[in-house]
């Protein structure tokens, strides 16, 4: 526990980036939590009706040499900040009043 209270103090991070109003094709998450390299991303989108709800993604980034890299793959140490950025992601759409 002792190590998850640390990762909270050092290595989460929020940061909410409102999405683009001007067209362009690329999208930016609503809501970003990361712990270390793990990172969720709230991403908003609407059904074809354009009811809107949201998903959530989340990747692994490190370091491969001198180049970045992505993955979905998780170590056993990783879990606990997988579960906290998660647990923030949730808490972050609960209090938005998300669906069910």
Do not use: C, H
């Amino acid at each position: 526990m002792q190590q998850m209270q640390m990762s909270r103090r050092e290595a989460v991070k929020e940061s909410a980036a409102e999405g683009s109003e001007s067209g362009s094709k690329s999208k930016t998450p609503v809501a970003k939590f990361s712990a270390g390299g793990i990172t969720a991303a709230i991403w908003e989108n609407q059904t074809k009706e354009g009811s809107p709800y949201n998903t959530v993604t989340m990747d692994k980034r490190y370091k491969s040499g001198e180049e970045w890299k992505s993955t979905k793959s998780m170590r056993l140490n990783d879990l606990p900040k997988a579960i906290l950025v998660l647990e923030k992601a949730y808490e972050y759409l609960a209090l938005k009043g998300g669906e069910d």
